[in-house]
Every structure is written in structure tokens, then in C-alpha cells.
């Protein structure tokens, strides 16, 4: 919760927040219509949308299948994958359950990490890298908030209204030592074909961004969180390529085919790739490019589908 000093001098800020909370009865289209305008400064064409975030947004309105919500799901989404790209590909899932009270703490091992099925980013993430030392309360606490948080209510992001809310424990993906948060590998696939890999880097710490397109050149845009680093990244210094190059264009590549737009998101640890999770909106469509100009270069890129459905 924001101080009321921060509203009075964000005034724009506490228009979104008013939006967010009062605006829940709503009907999508015109919440999405009222929340773009406060959050990109220019008005959502619907009609004729041109931007990558604007056609995510027409995404979210006018391209419901049911089986986006079984994509985005955490813990369902590890079947579907394994049936599309294998079973050694997925990272193992130690437990789930419906509720933090229920967590078998006992049965876990000394390191892991506990994630809720319905949130994005890393809202409901916890990773205990020592039992001995694991605040169990912190965790049970973070959960708590995390399960009571409504995914779809903020920006509409309507797969995740019907996603169960539960827990999940996967296996701890063994890093180097010197390495404490793992590179996330998100590519940016355009009617399945992967385009870009957005590297983020130092999530905890110092997050940086960085863009490569598929022959791991460096891009000149970066994006798309406003709030990460120093003006959004990109690293300071140069970004390795995955050891497994190839593996992860195909992985990307197979995950998205049949979507308009999918981001795949995969971690490398010791030169084996492992799937993360499959997400349709970046950002919720929110996103800031910089140069700003790279919204409508993607957006160019985003071709609608020509079936509405919704």
C-alpha cells in the first residue's frame, strides 16, 4: 500500500490504483480502455491497434481458449509441456497442496523452491536454499498473500480467472556456486517462431535486461519493466550465450506454435535447459520500450488472428 504522500505527488498513480479497485465490475473491454490510457499516456485503438501493447491488450479480449488457463497454470502446465518437448525438460515437482498449512515440510529436501500455480513474476516464489536456516513463517506469510492475490483483476489477464490457486514444490536447480539468481531465458515468439530472448540477470540483486535475437546478437532496445536497474538495464557487461543455443530456439519454438504471441520462459543450469513457464502478456501489456519506438517494431511483428473469439 502506497503512503498518501506518494499519491499527492503521483497523482496518475493513485488514479490506477482507484481504477484497480474500484473499477472491478467493470466489463474488460472498457477497464482496459480507461487502465491504458493512465498507464502508456496514449488511448487504446482497439480497431486498429498498431503497438505491441496494444495488440496484447485486443489478445486478451479477443483470443480466449480455454487452454491458455491450463498454460499458465504452474503446476498443470508441466504435463502439457512434457507431452509436447519431454519429460526431461520439465523441472520435477516435489509436492502440491491446496493451502500452506498443508505443506509437508518434512518431506522436503534441504533446498527447493515453493511457488503459487496462479500468480506471475515471481510474487509467489519462495527458494529455500538452506532448511537450517529457511524462515518457514516468511514463506507460509508470503504464500498467504500470494494465494490471495487475484491475477486477472489488475490487467484482465482472463487465462489466469480460472487457474486453481494452489502450491507447488519443484527440485532446486543446482547453479554454480557464485551464481545466485539464474539467468531467465524469456523468448519472444511470433506465431512460433521465436524472434527475440529477453536475458534478465540479478533479479534480487541489481536486475538487468538485455535483448538477442536468434544468432545471439545484442539488441539496441531494451524493456520492459521501468523499475529494474538503472533505467531498465541492459548489463554492464557481455551476456554469455546459453551453451545450449539450439535446444532452447526449439524448445521456444515448438511451445509456441498456434499462438499469435507467446513468451517462453527457460533456464540453463550446467548446459541442460529446463522449462519455466509460458506467459501471453508481458508486462500486461503495460510494458515500457526503450527506444519506445520498438512497441510498434513488435507490434508490427504480432500478427492478429482473424477468428475472434471471446
Known sequence: MQSLAHYINKPKDFAISLLQHLGVWLPDRLYLKWMFRLKMDYKLDL?????????????????????????????????????????????????????????????LPDRFVLKTTHDGGGCGVVICRDK????????????????????????????????RKRIIAEQFLNAQPEIKDLPDYKWYCFDGEPKYCQVIQDRNTNETIDFFDIHWKHQE???LNPAAGPA???????????????????????????????????????????????????????????????????????VLPSVVQN
Open 221 to 223: 532496445f531494451v524493456g
Open 132 to 163: 537450517n536456516t529457511f524462515d518457514k513463517d516468511n514463506a507460509i506469510a508470503k504464500l498467504r498473500q500470494s494465494l490471495s492475490h487475484n491475477s486477472y483483476k489488475g490487467g484482465r489477464e482472463w487465462p489466469y480467472k480460472n487457474v
Open 47 to 107: 480497431e486498429d491497434p498498431k503497438t505491441f501493447s496494444e495488440k496484447l491488450q485486443w489478445l486478451k479480449l479477443y483470443n480466449r481458449k480455454p487452454e491458455y488457463s491450463t498454460m499458465v497454470d504452474k503446476y498443470a502446465v508441466k504435463d502439457y509441456v512434457a507431452k509436447i518437448i519431454g519429460q526431461e525438460f520439465v523441472i520435477p515437482t516435489l509436492g502440491v497442496w491446496d493451502r500452506p498449512e498443508d505443506i509437508n515440510w518434512d518431506g
Open 232 to 302: 531498465a538495464g541492459p548489463a554492464a557487461g557481455p551476456v554469455a550465450c546459453p551453451h545450449d543455443l539450439t535446444t532452447q530456439i526449439m524448445i521456444a519454438r515448438k511451445l509456441s506454435q498456434g499462438l499469435s504471441f507467446a513468451r517462453i520462459d527457460l533456464y540453463e543450469v550446467n548446459g541442460k535447459v529446463y522449462f519455466g513457464e509460458i506467459t501471453f502478456f508481458p508486462m500486461s501489456g503495460f510494458g515500457v520500450f526503450s527506444p519506445i519506438e520498438y512497441n510498434k517494431i513488435l507490434g508490427e511483428m504480432l
